[in-house]
């Protein structure tokens, strides 16, 4: 994502456009620099015209729904399964996890293995 993150930069930093600023909006959510992208929809939403600026509003509301759900726990990420896995698929991921995360199984770094067990059993619940 840098290298992609980059080269909109340089188009928004030689041309400033709508179309320019939604494609690196994009690409730092896909990056999940969640800020930068809501700043980079703002900011397309200020200079968009007239009949934009709808399409703009509901971008800035996506990326501050992004912003907000980044700063909660997302078990369904902490298990590695997508939002519409199946529950044996939740729980095949939820056993490969707990057996190498287990504390006794880390001895090397054993904190590190508590916090991720730990993390690993809420997010199955």
């Not at 600023?21 to 929809?41: D, F, P």
């Not at 298990?79 to 287990?102: C, D, G, T």
Request: proline share 2%.
């Amino acid at each position: 994502y840098a290298k992609a993150e980059e080269e909109c930069m340089k188009h928004v930093n030689n041309q400033e456009s709508v179309e320019g600023l939604h494609l690196l909006g994009e690409v730092q959510s896909s990056a999940e620099k969640y800020q930068e992208s809501l700043r980079s929809y703002q900011r397309a939403l200020e200079i968009a015209p007239d009949d934009q600026k709808q399409h703009c509003k509901r971008k800035v509301e996506e990326a501050q729904v992004a912003l907000k759900q980044s700063k909660e726990k997302n078990y369904y990420k902490i298990l590695s399964v997508p939002r519409n896995a199946k529950l044996k698929e939740i729980k095949k991921s939820y056993r490969e996890l707990a057996l190498q995360w287990h504390p006794d199984k880390n001895t090397d770094n054993k904190e590190k293995a508590e916090q991720m067990f730990q993390d690993i059993s809420e997010a199955y619940e």
